[in-house]
């Protein structure tokens, strides 16, 4: 049998409240939804996805850490811990693969707070303002990417 590509796609802090949460800005969609709809094109795309949500910080440093040597490539929505986890950007950096910023909003578009992000400049690629399109995107761009 293939050996497919193994992707990571990690959901940071308050997006397992997706569909119920602000839903102006993110949308109605469940983070399940996503995640199933990205788990298909995956196999159609010749990928395995693994998919990760916490709200827990060293939880998401943790899933980085034990990707390495295993996934291929990262695709990873850090929510509030873009602005702040130095963390979150050492563990991608250590991770050394091809990697993938997803927002579903326009971070750049919003408060000034959320117009800096902490992985901006260590990922292969950023895209946000799409909503759960994004993802989809941020999946075929990694599937040519590797
Ligand atoms: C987000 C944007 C972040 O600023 C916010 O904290 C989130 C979600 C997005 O997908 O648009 O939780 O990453």
Redesign the pocket.
Known sequence: MEELKQVLVIH????NLLGKREVD??GRTGLAAIDKRLKELGRKLRLEVETFQSNHEGAIVDRIQAAMGVCRGLII????Y??TSIAIRDAVLALDLPAIE????N?YG?EPF?QKSMLADVVTGQI?GLGPLGYELALRAMASLL
């Open positions: 940071g802090p308050n997006l800005i993110y929505n850090p929510a509030a873009t602005h997803v927002h579903l909003s971070i919003r959320r946000g």
